[in-house]
């Protein structure tokens, strides 16, 4: 490579990591993927244990590869092949490791690690089990080298690979049309996104094709230093507006945030792994990956910021009014997904990769918490719960920590990683500060809403089962709730120790230095902690907490009254700002299907099948007489030719006189 | 030698025609073996080929009087035409024998149809062009109506009618050509077109457009697509299969030479470079949007390949200046036929075998074909729709190239129909998908496939993934052709 990103960076070493081990991180879930893919049929009991298998040899070598690159201050090593060349197109194929893709491998597997012992319990029986571990290994690895990738190019094969996984597994229970309808969207409305991220692979093949789409290349384009080619800021706004739209089709960000709560349609476990830890946070991880680019582009840094911020608090006033326990968590996760990306757009790189990292623990956990409650009752409902903190000790004290740790209550996780959002945004924009102060309270509001409803007060009996429905694969009895078996309540017990002590990371400066030695150059901000900051973010969530205990669990004011009081605008968050209703009425409906099929089933019916006249039409209907028709289309499909000819003709000789 | 051997690859699948008409005549007995034999006569075509291409060693690049070049760019399309007449006839041969008449007499139309097109993509001369033309429009007419049923007659006769009006179309602008230039030689077009064509550029501009109408036609390209969704419905699958990737893939061959060597003087190329893109625009965007509204699967990729002949067209539109433009949008032509040759010759052959278990082509009868046929599933469902959008697929490289020439050739409002179409694409094709995947099927029982479909669509997968995964030597295949193009005009 012609530009290495550690000449920039005298501080940080060179990870020895060799290029194998690199590989074998990606090519372990992949085996595991096709031998479940091979003999899931016929043992569809050892599917589970493959994945595991997999899954736990690529976790070991990541943990590995964080030590290594740990031991080179976070520095960057990178091993690329051409994969071909064709004129002044070049495709690479490589592995690039440094802080940044050392913490997301770590994230990526040890999440998925325990989401697929999870699963082993939660699944078991379902018949679709050897399905479920083969798309869930499969996604691993497409999310693995996401993250691997060394160049745009392949981000971008392997951004569409877990596009397409995230479509099977949210469509896991076809035979439920609101699943089908739900992986259908999530689909649709991400490829709106990737559309941006195409646009930019273009226009980067279009100015830069010297670069082969290699992410330090390109960083160092963006900034300015490749001699003889500077890109003007128009493009680089472009460019980053490309990357971000792809982002914000990933990261359900304002207005592509409608598929994530439907893609709650999905197992539980998936939910928890790519719509909580993951692949949400893929959108992040890009933008971060590029984030020299943003850096050259303040245009483009301020919609990042607007956009983050408007989703954090859409989704959070959402958040508050929902009945169904993993909505919440759903509109939770987008609300935080939104404060990552405020804090990109905010120039607070470190700040969005901490929250990402200790988030994916925290979101995680409560995730397959809400699993683990549905287990025992069958329904996701929370007036259908209630006092299943006596039932369920260990869900409800790992739930709480998780709780505990997204309201940002010190010392938990949670609370470290807010924080240096919110000094970023006091330190950039006051306003956007404002906005992350009042998210911090619905958080911690809706959240505690949701513990006191579902694991205090008395038990309201669950959701009875249906025993004619011959694809539940519900086992125990709702009107009496259990503690879930130990392969589902241990992943919750091994996460609650990172959703508690992630944090601690922040000390010295630990997290930060390491992933900043990905960037060619940093002009971060100095200390990530203020007291003043950290008192003012307290106060509010106590406050949160407080609001949520008077109302939910003192009742001293019943939230009827509340609702009353504040009617417009419960009526507003409950129809979840009527986006949902705009895009299916409107395009959906009226313009799809009302408008343009009818159009092209009239154009169909009437120009294309009897150009001539209904006479053919008529005359179709009487088979005796077929024969008239042929002749009168093939007269018109001639008159077609001729009239187009005329036409085209006429229009050349108009637009360009003789 | 007396030439036979310049023009061998060709000759090799006719006198195999010759060879099956008279087996199937004189050995009743051995008719089942008709389509091996047909299968060898394309093998030795290829291998004849081959023999050139390994030595490196072209015998002559301009042969019968300049009338054909033997470059690296007719090579490219006798191969592709090969393989495409090869899974064709290992498509066909449940159907034959089905329909249990006339065996010999149709492999030998297809092998003509074959060789038709070989001499099409070498042509260098109009009317060594028309002659080549006719030779595989003529067999194709009759394949299309040989179906027992009246669609395929009506099929038939329907393409034989407006392809006669574009061939009197294509003739009446070849007429005008040689009016102007006093020549039918396309260099020779070129060299007094550049001298002294700028004065009769009204009547030029005449001759073109009847030219891109008459190819138009074949290329099934708007508004001289009407035929396709008809033909493609009633026409046996098989054949339409082989219109869909054949004799497109032959006209946009030789489009590509007579616009590019014959009309590439500057006075022109703005005209024709704008009608093209035009053209290009109307055909994505109509036949995607008619695509979604189709019932009918065999409509709906007629539809659909209006599309991507549509997109095809946008590299048309990008070779007017010679150059990096040329380059990239020549080669992304080339690219874009093997790479849609792969992809849809494999969707067609996995409705051949669906259709004949299920004897109907209604998108909704597809429902739940994943219990039934899971490799019939993927062949349908995901050649011809996802990959494409995905970079382990050969057609994503070709978009990649005919994008980026438009780009570069200032297009870039074509580009982002073209793209924009792409999504649309991806939308009735995943509807396909779903259908296949998550819908219930009424009827469970497997549905078992020959060993014949099998490797044809086995064959049409490896293509799709072999030269998705490596896209080397494709790609280096279609860049070579395209400089022999260059070279010689």
């Known amino acids: ?658 | 030698m007396n030439g036979i051997d310049l023009v061998g690859p060709q000759f090799s699948v006719l006198a195999t025609a010759g060879i099956v008409l008279l087996v199937d005549g004189l050995m009743p007995g051995h008719r089942r073996h008709l389509p091996f034999i047909a299968l060898l006569g394309l093998a030795v075509s290829a291998l004849w080929t081959l023999s050139w291409v390994s030595r490196d060693s072209f015998p002559q690049k301009d042969v019968f009087g300049g009338t054909l070049s033997l470059d690296e760019y007719a090579v490219f399309f006798y191969f592709l035409f090969a393989g495409i007449g090869a899974t064709v006839v290992l498509a066909s041969i449940d159907w034959v024998n089905r329909e249990g008449r006339g065996q010999g007499e149709y492999y030998a139309l297809l092998l003509t149809t074959c060789a038709g097109l070989m001499f099409l993509s070498a042509a260098r001369d109009l009317i060594t062009i028309f002659l080549a033309l006719e030779l595989s429009s003529i067999p194709q007419y009759i394949l299309a109506g040989w179906g027992k049923d009246k669609r395929s007659s009506e099929a038939g006769l329907k393409y034989l009618l407006l392809g006669a009006i574009a061939s009197a179309m294509l003739l009446y602008g070849m007429a005008l050509l040689y009016g102007v230039t006093g020549t039918t030689m396309l260099s020779e077009i070129s060299a007094s077109l550049q001298a002294n064509g700028e004065q009769y550029r009204a009547l030029l501009v005449l001759a073109m457009v009847l030219l891109i109408a008459g190819f138009g036609f074949k290329m099934a390209v708007v508004p001289f697509q009407m035929w396709v969704p008809d033909v493609y419905q009633g026409a046996p699958t098989p054949v339409a299969a082989f219109l869909s990737v054949g004799s497109k893939a032959a006209a946009f061959a030789v489009v590509t030479r007579i616009f590019f060597e014959g009309l590439g003087a500057d006075f022109l190329s703005d005209d024709w470079s704008m009608i093209f893109a035009i053209i290009a625009a109307v055909s994505m965007t109509l036949g995607n949007l008619m695509a979604v509204v189709q019932t009918d699967i065999k409509r709906m990729l007629g539809y659909s390949s209006v599309a991507q002949a549509g997109t095809f067209l946008i590299g048309l539109a990008a070779i007017s200046v010679p150059g990096e433009r040329f380059d990239l949008g020549g080669s992304g032509i080339l690219l874009f036929t093997a790479s849609y040759a792969f992809t849809n010759l494999g969707a067609f052959v996995a409705i051949i075998a669906i259709s004949q278990k299920i004897g109907s082509d209604q998108i909704r009868d597809y429902a739940g074909m994943w219990k039934r046929s899971p490799l019939l599933t993927v062949g349908l469902a995901f050649l011809p729709g996802v990959p494409h959008r995905h970079p382990t697929n050969s057609g994503f490289w070709a978009k990649i190239y005919i994008f980026n020439a438009g780009v570069r050739a200032d297009l870039l409002w074509l580009v982002v129909i073209g793209v924009l179409n792409s999504v649309v694409s991806g939308f009735y094709y995943l509807s396909v998908a779903r259908q296949m995947f998550l819908g219930e099927a009424e009827d469970e029982k497997t549905i078992s496939t020959s060993p014949s479909i099998a490797v044809a669509l086995g064959a049409a997968t490896l293509g799709v993934l072999v030269f998705g995964l490596i896209p080397m030597p494709l790609i280096s295949a279609a860049e070579s052709a395209v400089d022999a193009l260059r070279t010689v005009s």
């Open chain 1, 1 to 658: 490579m012609p530009f290495l990103a550690e000449e920039a960076h005298a501080a940080a070493g060179t990870p020895s990591i060799g290029e194998p081990m690199l590989w074998a991180i990606l090519v372990a879930p992949l085996v595991a993927w096709a031998l479940i893919a091979a003999y899931g049929r016929k043992f569809p009991t050892i599917a589970g244990y493959l994945a595991l298998a997999g899954v736990g040899a690529a976790c070991l070598l990541s943990y590995y590869t964080l030590f290594n690159v740990m031991d080179a201050d976070g520095g960057i090593r990178q091993y690329t092949h051409e994969w071909f060349s064709a004129g002044s197109l070049t495709v690479n194929l490589g592995v690039r490791v440094d802080g940044l893709t050392a913490v997301m491998l770590v994230v990526v597997t040890t999440v998925s690690l325990l989401v697929q012992l999870y699963s082993t319990g939660y699944m078991d029986g379902d018949h679709g089990e050897g399905r479920y571990f083969a798309h869930m290994c499969l996604f691993t690895f497409s999310m693995l080298g996401l993250v691997l990738a060394d160049n745009l190019f392949q981000i971008f094969i392997f951004w569409e690979l877990v596009g397409l996984c995230s479509y099977l597994l949210i469509g896991f229970w076809f035979h439920k049309p609101s699943a089908a309808a739900a992986a259908k969207k999530a689909f649709i409305v991400t490829r709106i996104g990737d559309l941006g991220l195409l646009a930019a692979l273009l226009l980067i093949f279009r100015e830069v094709p010297e670069a082969a789409f290699d992410i330090a290349e390109i960083q160092h384009w963006a900034g300015g230093h490749l001699e003889g080619n500077v890109p003007t800021t128009t493009v680089v706004t472009l460019f980053a507006l490309g990357i971000f739209a792809g982002a914000a089709g990933k990261s359900a960000q304002f207005p592509l945030h409608v598929w994530l709560p439907d893609a709650m349609e999905g197992p539980t476990p998936v939910s928890a792994l790519i719509h909580a830890a993951t692949m949400v946070a893929a959108g992040v991880y890009l933008v971060a990956r590029f984030f020299p680019v943003f850096e050259a582009s303040g245009d483009a840094r301020d919609v990042v910021a607007w956009i983050g911020a408007i989703t954090a608090i859409v989704a959070a006033t959402i958040a508050l009014v929902q009945t169904d326990f993993k909505r919440v968590m759903a509109y939770s996760t987008v609300s935080q997904l939104g404060y990552m990306m405020m804090a990109l757009g905010l120039l607070g790189y470190v700040a969005a990769i901490f929250h990402l990292f200790t988030h994916a623990f925290f979101k995680a956990l409560l995730f397959l918490g809400s699993g683990s409650v549905n287990h025992s009752t069958n329904t996701f409902d929370m007036r259908k719960m209630g006092g299943l903190k006596e039932f369920m000790p260990i869900t409800f004290w790992t739930f709480l920590i998780g709780s505990l740790s997204l309201a940002g209550i010190f010392p938990l996780a949670g609370f470290w990683s807010k924080d240096e959002i919110l000094l970023d945004a006091w330190r950039e924009n006051r306003a956007l500060w404002v906005i992350g102060l009042c998210v911090a309270f619905m958080t911690a509001f809706y959240m505690f809403r949701a513990i006191f409803l579902t694991f205090f007060g008395t038990y309201k009996g669950g959701e009875p089962v249906d025993h004619h429905d011959e694809d539940s694969h519900f086992h125990g009895d709702p009107a009496h709730p259990h503690e879930s078996p130990w392969v589902m309540t241990l992943p919750l017990v091994l996460l609650a120790v990172p959703a508690i002590a992630a944090g601690w990371l922040a000390y010295d400066h630990m997290f930060k230095d390491f992933i900043e030695a990905a960037l060619p150059e940093v002009h971060g901000h100095g200390s990530t902690f203020e007291i003043g900051i950290a008192i003012s973010s307290s106060v509010v969530a106590l406050a949160g907490i407080g609001a949520a205990y008077a109302i939910y669990m003192k009742k001293w004011v019943t939230s009827e009254s509340i609702r009353a009081t504040f009617a417009p605008f419960a009526i507003i968050f409950e129809n979840k700002y009527y986006l949902d209703r705009l895009y299916e009425d409107l395009f959906v409906t009226r313009i799809m299907q009302g408008g343009w099929n009818r159009l092209l089933q009239a154009n169909d019916k009437y120009v294309v099948d009897g150009i001539v006249n209904g006479s053919g039409r008529l005359a179709r209907e009487a088979s005796s007489r077929l024969r008239v028709i042929q002749t009168g289309q093939v007269q018109g499909y001639g008159l077609g030719i001729v009239a187009g000819i005329l036409v085209i003709v006429v229009a050349v000789y108009a637009a360009n006189p003789l």
